[in-house]
């Protein structure tokens, strides 16, 4: 099946009981089972297993041509899982541009445990190659990264790992992208990461995580720490995020068509000094992002010649782009990632300009878009 036939039924047969079409939400919190150790369809306890989630969880795992996938409570609840993954004393290359969130639970929370962390620039695999080292575990890439929309090449850099003598995992934080815009696993990641709060649930409404991949060994450690640590995605928000998912597709066809207006707007205004999208002849990663991707997708990221009064005016001033964190909902939101969401990298190399605006392009009426960021800017 087609990419846009799987996001409506991949994981969500009718129910075999009554015939109902959506994917009933299971809010119980337990089984009766048959017997001492005689679960009905492995149905026990739902930390461990909920039928309106394993729906969600099937249902991924066909978008990004998986075996398996796994869903948390949030993005972050993710995250940390695959890195319980990690021993004392082992470590991890990521990208110099992550989400912030990422970046604090790497340097503020996790080297605490004796874990530790190199940041590279990830658009160049030799850069990775030189910060690898033979404790390195996991490279973790983003690609588009938050906020700086640089683009990295993932089957280049799954080479460069795999050539590596330990082969450390590499896991794609596949956020921004979605496995509508792009398939990491199909390009040799081991392992592929969302915040479903984003375009996945795609409402500003559910906040959620996931893992997908394809190693049979992966997925059964993860679903353990999946267990064990209990980070789990409720029933109602397991709901809302597959309802969400089915109209990915066309969302992030809108998303992406509203976007190269805006960037074509903004790359004209006086008041612009730079405008980042990954599809714009501009970006230096252009053609990479259009061999791995399908479009450039709805995130825009820009810096005013007026540096950081003029962001943040221009970020309080907008009526349409609602001033707000998160991203990929249908509405249109407008932040100051250096004051926002990226406050935590403040005084680090990963500090972000203070100058940069990031929109979450929405799939409103782009003429009323463009006129109200007009009106704003200036």
Known sequence: ????????????????????????????????QDGIGKPRQGYEYSRTHNPTRKALQDCLAALENGTWGLC???????????????????????????????????????RRFNL??????????????????????I???????????????????????????????????????????????????????????????????????????????????LAYLQNAIGAV????????????????????????????????????????ARVIYPFHESHP????AKRQMRNGGGMISFILKGGADAAIRTAEATKIFTLAESLGGVESLIEVPAAMTHLSTKGSPLEVDAGLVRLSVGIENVDDLIADLERAIG
């Open 285 to 288: 990663n252009v053609q990479i």
């Open 1 to 32: 099946m087609q990419f846009e036939t799987l996001a409506i039924h991949a994981g969500q047969e009718p129910d075999p009981n009554n015939g109902a079409v959506m994917t009933p939400v299971y809010m119980t919190s337990t089984y009766k």
């Open 233 to 272: 995605l409720s029933p109602m928000d397991s709901f809302l995020i597959l309802r969400g998912i089915k109209t990915l597709p066309i969302r992030m066809d809108r998303h992406a068509e509203n976007a190269e207006k805006i960037v074509n707007f903004l790359v004209a205004h006086k008041q612009v």
């Open 72 to 110: 948390f409570g949030s993005g972050m609840a993710a995250t940390d899982t695959v890195l319980r993954l990690l021993s004392s004393g082992e470590h991890v290359v990521a990208g110099n541009d992550v989400y912030g969130g990422t970046f604090r639970l790497f340097d503020k929370i996790l």
């Open 139 to 221: 490279v973790w890439l983003e690609t588009p990264t938050n906020p700086l929309l640089a683009v990295s090449d993932i089957r280049a850099v799954v080479a460069m790992a795999k050539s590596h003598a330990n082969k450390p995992l590499v896991v794609v934080d596949n956020t921004f992208a979605t496995p509508y815009l792009q398939r990491p696993l199909d390009l040799g990641a081991d392992l592929v990461i969302h915040s479903m709060t984003k375009y996945l649930g795609g409402h500003s409404d559910a906040i959620g995580g996931a893992i997908i991949g394809n190693d049979p060994e992966l997925g059964q450690q």
């Open 116 to 137: 530790d962390f190199a940041f590279a620039d990830t658009t160049d695999v030799e850069n990775l190659a030189d910060a690898l080292t033979p404790a390195t575990r």
